[in-house]
């Protein structure tokens, strides 16, 4: 399992839209679930998103749900986060984690990328 690498990130206008993208090559990447983290600035790394490897199987955090959806394509080894009507408490890093177990919590995720910023102006 190679590190998950992330991008699409970038600075926009409250109520604009990014997909944020995560791409992680690998023999077992249709096996595992995908997590998506944020940390904002002064604050704790949190859970957003997460889908299994059967992507029937989707999780968001309260703040997103509406907003934001996740989505995998396992030919191309790369999970997405779709984000529309974004808000600037949405501005944080966001981080893709891959873990072998469906979770929420950060600790159970083994391989993480470098993060992505995305920045929401008012």
């Known amino acids: 399992q190679v590190q998950p690498v992330e991008s699409g990130g970038g600075l926009v206008q409250a109520g604009d839209s990014l997909r944020l993208s995560c791409a992680a090559s690998?023999?077992?990447?249709?096996?595992?679930?995908v997590g998506w983290f944020r940390q904002g600035p002064g604050k704790e790394r949190e859970f957003v998103s997460v889908?299994?490897?059967?992507?029937?199987?989707?999780y968001y955090t309260d703040s997103v749900k509406g907003r934001f959806t996740i989505s995998r394509d396992n030919a191309k080894n790369t999970v997405y986060l779709q984000m529309n009507s974004l808000k600037p408490e949405d501005t944080a890093v966001y981080y893709c984690?891959?873990?072998?177990?469906?979770?929420?919590?950060?600790?159970?995720?083994?391989?993480w990328g470098r993060g992505t910023q995305v920045t929401v102006s008012s």
């Open positions: 984690a891959v873990s072998r177990t469906m979770s929420m919590y950060s600790g159970d995720f083994d391989s």
């Open positions: 690998g023999q077992t990447f249709s096996s595992v679930a």
């Open positions: 889908i299994g490897w059967n992507a029937a199987y989707k």
